[in-house]
């Protein structure tokens, strides 16, 4: 019989199924074919089927080319390396059709450690590393060639350690396959697919993930170079934008410097400077004085905080510029002199966004050269004051004296001090201890910056104030001689009086009330406080400028102070006793230390001396009066 064989071919066209191959040879041996002719038919199913298989692998195969060059497109579009990496072990496990993938990276120091992994469980898996030599991923990683096992505890052909075997169980995972990730002759990590059930990976399986990982490597040298190249333009960017800031604080300190030496050279003062840094630095400057007084201020109507005067305190302890942030003082210096302060406010201008909004160095320089020409102004400036201080200082102590030049001498000289003489002006004496030539110093330049005149007489320092009344005249004096006085300070107060144009001796008659209300003041026990004769009641009126406090206690007191600086007694000393005891004769000789019959016996005196009535309430009320005086006056 003539064998058909073409029905082969039409079964491998259409692609049949392996048991539809029987069906030639079945129907070959029910005609009856010979031995010959059966072995010929089985010979070619056998043939037909070895192409089946053939194409069937070639079919396989391109679908896993295909697979793959899809994942090399795929890693090649990505840039992010930990994208790259989960990409690459997703397409492992897909590819493999695996129960799991995982990828790790080899660290010089330590061993790989896991990076990414598709389809793990738990969390000792994810944490393990795997040294050099050990294990299968070890020893791909040592010898750069792929391996695989079946079932991976029980194979002795790896260096197993307990906590790798133990993630390895706790995982379920029985085959194993891994191959190597290289770039070059480097091994940058390991390639993994695994599966819980033991399976065998043949060498197709083997190939296609070493393909896989040679694509993979390169995407993560791509990813790793692309990162790499990011941070370095990141890092050229911030690098760029600190030249630019410092180009900008080298221009702002050139700006700084040429704006100070105008003010310098052209006459200006501290106005111009604090208005000036403000404008460079772009924020509020203020100039304090040591009392926290301000001097000048680019924002006049923001007065100055309770943090900003707490960090000028501490630049002033410290001396030298302190501060954080925003807010930042550097003292005003002259040698080993404080003069003042100068305070930095919040910036106007955004600070870099790198950084953390603390002045730059260029700016601090900035800042404290403004200082040190703010010290070289007020120093100026003390300077004229004291020379125009001691010019004024003379002709105050020549109107105190009484030697008043004639009106139109008077009048040039005001003229060429830039003062008023015919408006009123209110008279101070003030008490202040402590270095008479700093007190002096203090005095006159708290002077000249009220328009008013200062002299030192008699250890007591006098000012007069223009257009001022004597309360608020005793106060400024209060306010500007303390920082310099070694104690309280103590001011007697008096006006305002005529000035010297208009009454030669009306500046004399107001000296002398405020002497006396100074003296008054350390009397009563009124240290540290303005004392005016209107603080004194019955008292100040006499001690005013139309009163004659001495004629008053001449007249109600006149013969019993005779008797005593006649005789050396003490009547007026019992006197004054006697009516601080109310008048009870056993507490005044307790007081005087004498017996109640020497009391009386002074008393009589005094009786003989000022007449019957001196104890009568109105006459009594006058001689307490006189007693007062007395003590004030002597």
């Avoid at 397409?91 to 993938?101: E, G, Y």
């Amino acid at each position: 019989m003539t064998v058909d064989l073409v029905a082969f071919l039409e079964l491998l066209a259409g692609d049949a199924d392996e048991a539809d191959f029987e069906g030639p040879s079945e129907a070959a041996r029910a005609a009856g074919a010979t031995e010959e002719e059966q072995e010929r038919v089985d010979h070619a199913k056998r043939l037909a089927l070895q192409v089946r298989d053939t194409l069937a692998a070639r079919r396989r195969r391109e679908g896993e080319l295909g697979a793959l060059f899809e994942s090399a497109n795929d890693l090649a579009m990505l840039t992010n390396l930990e994208a790259v990496l989960q990409a690459i072990v997703t397409r492992a496990k897909q590819l493999l059709n695996t129960d799991v993938a995982y990828l790790t990276l080899n660290d010089e120091r330590r061993g790989e450690y896991m990076r990414v992994t598709e389809g793990i469980r738990t969390a000792a898996f994810r944490s393990t590393r795997i040294p050099y030599g050990i294990g299968l991923g070890g020893l791909v990683a040592q010898t750069m060639k792929p391996y695989s096992t079946a079932d991976y505890i029980p194979d002795e052909r790896f260096r197993h350690a307990p906590d790798i075997d133990g993630a390895v169980s706790g995982e379920g995972i029985r085959a194993i396959i891994g191959v190597p990730l290289l770039l070059g002759t480097q091994v940058i990590g390991v390639l993994f697919a695994a599966n819980r059930t033991v399976r065998p990976f043949g060498d197709e399986a083997s190939a296609l993930l070493v393909s896989l990982a040679a694509h993979a490597a390169i995407a993560v040298d791509k990813a790793r170079l692309l990162e790499e190249t990011r941070a370095a333009v990141a890092e050229l960017e911030v690098t760029a934008r600190k030249l630019q800031a410092r180009n900008e604080a080298v221009e702002r300190a050139a700006d700084a410097h040429d704006r100070l030496t105008r003010i310098v050279v052209g006459g200006g003062g501290v106005d111009d400077v604090v208005r000036s840094v403000a404008e460079v630095l772009g924020a509020r400057v203020v100039v304090q004085d040591l009392s926290g007084e301000t001097i000048a201020s680019s924002a006049p109507d923001e007065p100055v905080s309770d943090y900003e005067a707490a960090v000028t305190r501490r630049s002033l302890d410290l001396s030298r510029t302190a501060g954080s942030g925003d807010i930042y003082a550097t003292p005003v210096l002259a040698g080993a002199e404080q003069l003042g302060s100068m305070l930095l406010g919040p910036r106007e201008v955004e600070s870099d966004e790198d950084g953390d909004g603390d002045l730059e160095d260029g700016d601090q320089r900035i800042l404290e050269r403004a200082a040190l020409v703010t010290a070289l102004l007020l120093l100026f400036r003390r300077s004229v004051a004291e020379a125009e201080g001691r010019v004024r200082g003379e002709l105050l102590d020549e109107l105190l004296s009484g030697t008043t030049p004639d009106p139109e001498t008077l009048r040039e000289r005001g003229r060429l001090l830039q003062a008023d003489l015919s408006r009123s002006y209110a008279v101070v004496v003030a008490d202040v201890p402590g270095d008479r030539a700093r007190v002096g110093q203090a005095a006159t330049f708290l002077a000249a910056t009220h328009d008013g005149f200062a002299a030192v007489r008699q250890g007591q320092v006098v000012l007069i104030f223009p257009d001022c009344d004597a309360r608020a005249a005793g106060d400024l004096a209060i306010d500007g001689l303390r920082l310099s006085a070694a104690a309280a300070v103590t001011v007697g107060a008096a006006g305002p009086v005529p000035g010297p144009l208009s009454s030669p001796d009306a500046v004399v008659r107001g000296y002398d009330e405020a002497r006396r209300c100074l003296a008054a003041a350390m009397t009563l026990g009124r240290e540290g406080q303005v004392v005016t004769a209107d603080d004194l009641g019955f008292v100040g009126l006499l001690l005013g400028t139309d009163g004659d406090p001495g004629a008053y206690v001449t007249s109600r007191l006149g013969p019993v102070v005779d008797y005593d600086k006649e005789k050396g007694s003490k009547l007026v000393e019992t006197l004054r006793t006697y009516f601080a005891a109310d008048r009870n004769l056993t507490r005044t000789a307790a007081s005087l230390h004498v017996h109640v019959n020497t009391v009386t016996q002074r008393l009589e005196r005094v009786t003989r001396l000022l007449g019957k009535g001196w104890q009568e309430p109105e006459r009594q009320l006058e001689v307490q009066l006189a007693l007062r005086l007395h003590q004030l006056v002597a």
